[in-house]
């Protein structure tokens, strides 16, 4: 890939699982506090760049204000929970930064999904929610909608109105409840157009991914990212 990696400082550090062949697309996946890059290369598309970037250690006010990989500070998982708007924000221009870098290396942005799992997940919704380009697809997997009551009006013009998502949630999370899952669902379809939202629930998966699951991210990945 050509390009100054350093003028990002997010890909100074990402995991990236490079295409086997020409790259015409991305799927930026940002982990949770867990890595996901593994779970990624198990599905990868030979002509599809994966790019996990790391998130910074901050104080987590959910976890005792532990120094944690965090994207933005948690003080409950709950849709009535106080949320870090500040922090929100600044991760996601930092995620709108590498959709930047990875459109002047040629790949366009309806060749762009973004996605992730957890904390993950909730910032590449609203990410892509508030871009001001039109990407290909999010995948969220047991995640909610950061700063969901800013919503539909925080779209950014609707640029992205007719964005596919796929949500994904197991139905036994005690982390974050499918219910926060479903309502969730229900708020996207409320921003973007409601048949363009899948949301898929896994019987006996607790705050965890399954096999069912990531095919069915491959699949969406291949429906929306067809080799050109």
Not at 57 to 84: H, Q
């Amino acid at each position: 890939m050509c390009g100054n990696n350093m003028s990002v400082p997010l890909l100074a550090d990402a995991v990236t699982v490079s295409g086997a062949e020409r790259e015409t697309a991305a799927v930026r996946a940002v982990p949770s506090l867990h890595s996901w890059a593994d779970a990624l290369s198990s599905i990868r598309l030979p002509y599809v760049k994966y790019i996990c970037p790391h998130a910074p250690r901050i104080p987590v006010t959910l976890n005792m204000k532990m120094v944690m990989p965090s994207w933005f500070d948690l003080m409950g998982l709950t849709p009535d929970a106080p949320e870090d708007e500040a922090g929100i924000k600044k991760a996601a221009e930092s995620i709108k930064a590498i959709i930047e870098h990875e459109m002047k290396n040629g790949i366009p942005p309806n060749r762009i999904i973004l996605g992730g799992f957890s904390q993950g997940g909730a910032l590449s919704l609203y990410t892509a929610l508030t871009c001001q380009h039109q990407l290909a697809g999010i995948v969220a997997l047991s995640c909610w909608l950061p700063l969901h009551k800013a919503f539909p009006q925080a779209a950014n013009n609707g640029v992205n109105k007719d964005i596919a998502i796929l949500q994904c949630h197991g139905e036994l999370d005690p982390m974050i409840p499918v219910r926060f899952g479903a309502l969730t669902a229900e708020k996207l379809k409320s921003v973007v157009t409601p048949a363009k939202v899948q949301f898929k629930t896994y019987p006996g998966v607790m705050h965890s991914s399954c096999p069912q699951e990531m095919m069915a991210v491959k699949e969406f990945i291949e429906k929306l990212l067809p080799r050109i």
